[in-house]
Nanobody
Framework: QVQLVESGGGLVQAGGSLRLSCAAS????????MRWYRQAPGKQRELVAT???????NYADSVKGRFTISRDNAKNTVYLQMNSLEPEDTAVYYC??????????????WGQGTQVTVSS
């Protein structure tokens, strides 16, 4: 059994910062790419940032220069540091990860989501 649990969301004023965490636990053999998505009310879920197992990163144009994705492989955890937050960043943020279990079965796992609200 594998779980992803996000934390760190909340309410912040425009221009502020938040740091999201997503910890994977369970019968994990290895983790490949890890990602953050977000979904605002009435909108489709969008990819925010990706980090490979080797640490290569990619970002959506809307967050480049403001958000930073990182990971701690020893803790099976991915982070999203969000600076200069804007009201448009308000959304539920989800992490996912390509995880190989100890049964050598690989699949995509999702977290439950954490709410980020940015007030103007």
């Amino acid at each position: 059994q594998v779980q992803l649990v996000e934390s760190g969301g909340g309410l912040v004023q425009a221009g502020g910062s938040l740091r999201l965490s997503c910890a994977a636990s369970g019968s994990i053999f290895g983790i490949n790419a890890m990602r953050w998505y977000r979904q605002a009310p009435g909108k489709q879920r969008e990819l925010v940032a990706t980090i490979s197992s080797g640490g290569s990163t990619n970002y959506a144009d809307s967050v480049k220069g403001r958000f930073t994705i990182s990971r701690d492989n020893a803790k099976n955890t991915v982070y999203l540091q969000m600076n200069s937050l804007e009201p448009e960043d308000t959304a539920v943020y989800y992490c996912n990860a390509d995880i190989i279990t100890t049964s050598l079965y690989g699949r995509l796992y999702w977290g439950q989501g954490t709410q980020v609200t940015v007030s103007s």
